[in-house]
């Protein structure tokens, strides 16, 4: 549903992010993992469109996005950035109301199918008990499901998460990310989101992309990617990996890898860039 083909992005004179391509299938969960400024936030600015790429393309449905009008990609992809604001009288179902607005004409009021949605998509994010609650009232976790509320009132197929679980306590983490499991589960939503821990990102997806200093490293299911190994040249950082009781493998970092240390600090750290 996505791909994109030699993205190179940039602020002012420095390139962030070159020649990056990949591509994401219909109905799959991708998390986009790598150390701070390697480019991830970066990259899904780009994919939906508050950053405009120096060169390449990115194609939604197969059709490139720099011809697309803006109401025709928000019909079918949501965003939702790390730092998510509100003036402070807006109520819960005021702003799931927002996400209606690439469906309706300037001059068209909210009607019986906008309530619906709105009424569809507080019970997906179970947040009717706060419809009417001013947003600035809620907690980070409770903040998270409304945006993510308001996202699914555009009805999109594709939906883009920064950093979803930052700021957030390990209750209410877990609960944004099994929420994100089951709209993919039930609605068929792809998911594209940007992921600092490891253990949720091997958990969640079904496909991880994995970053440094602006390249693409190497891109696949997280069992076969996500190795000690690759861990101790991207992150710095030695891990250890064992499976749980569901027979999902959780990551423990154990210290900064002293060999991958000295190498950084003589300048001899280099990893191969597929």
Request: glycine share 4%; hydrophobic share 40%.
């Amino acid at each position: 549903m996505i791909e994109t083909k030699n993205l190179c992005i940039g602020y002012d004179h420095k390139i962030i992010v070159n020649d990056f391509s990949f591509g994401v299938e219909e109905g799959n969960i991708v998390s986009i993992i790598g150390p701070n400024g390697s480019g991830k936030s970066t990259i899904l600015k780009t994919i939906s469109r508050f950053l405009k790429q120096r060169d390449g393309a990115v194609f939604l449905d197969k059709e490139d996005m720099s011809l697309l009008n803006v109401k025709k990609v928000a019909k079918k992809m949501a965003s939702l950035s790390q730092y998510n604001r509100t003036p402070e009288d807006v109520t819960v179902e005021d702003l799931i109301y927002y996400g209606r607005m690439p469906h309706k004409k300037w001059y068209e009021t909210r009607n019986k199918e906008d309530q619906e949605i709105i009424q569809w998509a507080m019970d997906q994010t179970s947040i009717n008990k706060f419809r009417n609650k001013r947003v600035v009232e809620l907690s980070g976790g409770e903040k998270q499901r409304v945006w993510v509320a308001m996202a699914l009132a555009q009805q999109p197929k594709i939906l883009l998460l920064d950093e979803p679980t930052t700021y957030l306590d390990i209750c209410h983490q877990l609960e944004v990310m099994e929420l994100v499991k089951k709209l993919n589960k039930e609605l068929k939503l792809t998911v594209i989101m940007v992921l600092h821990d490891l253990s949720q990102a091997a958990k969640y997806s079904d496909k991880v992309v994995v970053l440094k200093d602006g390249n693409l490293v190497v891109e696949g299911e997280p069992s076969k990617v996500l190795t000690r190994e690759l861990i101790r040249d991207v992150y710095n950082v030695d891990v250890f990996i064992k499976k749980d009781v569901t027979d999902e493998f959780i990551i423990h970092p154990v210290g900064v890898c002293k060999e991958c240390e000295m190498r950084c600090i003589n300048n001899e750290h280099k990893i191969a860039v597929v």
